[in-house]
């Protein structure tokens, strides 16, 4: 299996070396050269297996026999090890033919624990191979910085530096961070919005020269093509759950980098019959303003209760452009500087081939704050924030009532008390036994102004 720029100017990469790589050398992602596809007679007969079992039969063919199927099945077995719940990825019911996948098992309570507890075995098992040590270097808009940390803080050969952007994540997804002291666990709130923290890396995954001789940056981002191979097992585990592969599945997925949703997409492109893709997204709606208006500019960024999804620049949107392209390089390259500018446009046969699969929807701030009430009045069952948008945006845009709509459940609601507790009377949602005592612990991190030279000197000087 080898691995190719969305750009087309950077080198071909095996699996190993696109998972050390994260950001391609000419500034693109790297994606498979093939996609694995499967029969529906394949994917029927996986039916009674079990989360880590599944996730061996998707991610395997990706590793095309670079890590033994032995090791990997152990990296599988050792990365959702620490989920709270045997089934790993349940799902509740919340209406008529109406589910919630809840991805928020793990022990971060975030979607990210099942991609980045993966990615962390991954990566420790890879660079003790190489006898490597490498910098781990990340942007989080909440989530993804602490369970990066959670998959890398035992890792010996990994030095981690997460980014989050001061005063703009909830107070429990700053601590989930700021509370881990290992020694190779480096949290810096830099002042800014989540777009500036994504910029930083992606500067520093250009240039690296910054960095001591003999290490190189890792991502940890969803540009880590692990990653998002990671995700799509879920949406084949859910959908087998449903009937699938002999009926379809739709799914509404609250997304802000489009790292989630295009795992649905390769999930699709690999034989899962997924009939609708829905976009659900926040007041910063640059992907809904691209499907349904082709209106893909950037603007202000806007603060609100879904922070996860305060993001204006979607990295992983690249991917599928990628593919609405043909594959075309250049033609990607050329879209990627228009957009710089403020702006892209896509033709019409790109939108038309992205219509197809995608349907999008926005709500805002008041809109959500309904919904968690209305779902909580009617079935006792509450929602976080980014989850309440992903449900409202199934009722809105599901093509077909008798098609089975999985709304993916980003994390659990006690990371956003404050949006819960404006919803309604319901009282502080609690969080699991093993983080009761989170509030008082102690926090360590280091606040820094939106200067790159000052943060890569601060990544340089502890490496």
């Given amino acids: 299996m080898k691995f190719i720029s969305t750009r087309g100017e950077a080198p071909v990469l095996n699996f190993e070396e696109a998972v050390l790589a994260g950001l391609a050398s000419d500034g693109g992602l790297y994606v498979p050269e093939t996609l694995p596809k499967f029969s529906a007679d394949e994917i029927a007969s996986w039916a009674g297996l079990s989360y880590q079992e599944l996730a061996f039969k998707i991610i395997s063919p990706f590793v ?6 032995d090791d990997l099945q152990a990296i599988i077995d050792k990365a959702y090890s620490s989920f709270r719940h045997n089934a790993i990825a349940p799902m509740v019911q919340t209406g008529h033919n109406e589910w919630v996948l809840e991805l928020f098992q793990g022990p971060t309570l975030a979607f990210k624990d099942f991609a980045l507890q993966f990615l962390g075995h991954l990566l420790d098992f890879i660079l003790t191979k190489r006898q490597q040590k490498v910098a781990v270097m990340g942007a989080t808009s909440g989530d993804t910085g602490s369970a990066a940390i959670e998959g890398c803080r035992r890792c010996e050969n990994i030095d981690i530096f997460i980014l989050h952007p001061h005063n703009r994540v909830s107070e429990v997804q700053r601590r989930q961070m700021t509370t881990v002291l290992a020694d190779n666990v480096f949290n810096i709130a830099l002042a800014g919005n989540f777009d500036d923290c994504q910029n930083m890396v992606k500067a520093s995954f250009r240039d690296q020269s910054f960095l001591p001789e003999g290490r190189q940056l890792v991502a940890v981002n969803s540009i ?103 594959r075309d390089g250049a033609e990607i390259q ?5 957009f710089e500018s403020g702006s892209m446009v896509l033709s019409d046969a790109a939108l038309k081939s992205a219509r197809a699969l995608f349907s999008s929807h926005r709500l805002d701030d ?98």
């Fill in 366 to 463: 008041d809109g959500m704050l309904r919904v968690i009430a209305s779902v909580y009045e009617s079935t006792g069952y509450m929602l976080d924030p980014h989850t309440a948008i992903g449900v409202a945006a199934a009722r809105e845009k599901r093509n077909n009532t008798d098609t089975p709509v999985v709304c993916l459940a980003t994390a659990h609601p006690a990371k956003f008390p404050e949006a819960v507790m404006k919803a309604g009377d319901f009282g502080e949602p609690a969080l699991p036994h093993h983080m009761k005592d989170l509030f008082v612990r102690e926090e360590r991190f280091v606040e820094l102004e939106n200067d790159q030279s000052l943060v890569q000197d601060f990544i340089n000087k502890r490496l």
């Fill in 334 to 338: 050329r879209l990627m500087s228009e």
């Fill in 224 to 326: 880590n093509w692990a990653r998002i191979m990671a995700q799509i097992v879920y949406y084949f585990y859910s959908a087998l759950a449903l009937g699938g592969p002999a009926r379809k599945v739709s799914y509404s997925v609250p997304t802000g980098n489009f790292g989630d949703i295009y795992a649905g997409y390769l999930a699709s492109q690999m034989g899962l019959p997924i009939e609708q893709l829905i976009i659900a997204t926040n007041q910063n709606d640059i992907l809904h303003r691209c499907i349904s208006d082709n209106d893909h500019s950037k603007r202000e960024l806007s603060q609100s209760l879904a922070p996860s999804m305060d993001i204006m620049v979607s990295s992983n949107f690249e991917r599928l452009l990628f593919d609405l392209y043909g």
């Fill in 64 to 69: 095309d026999g670079e890590i033994a199927d």
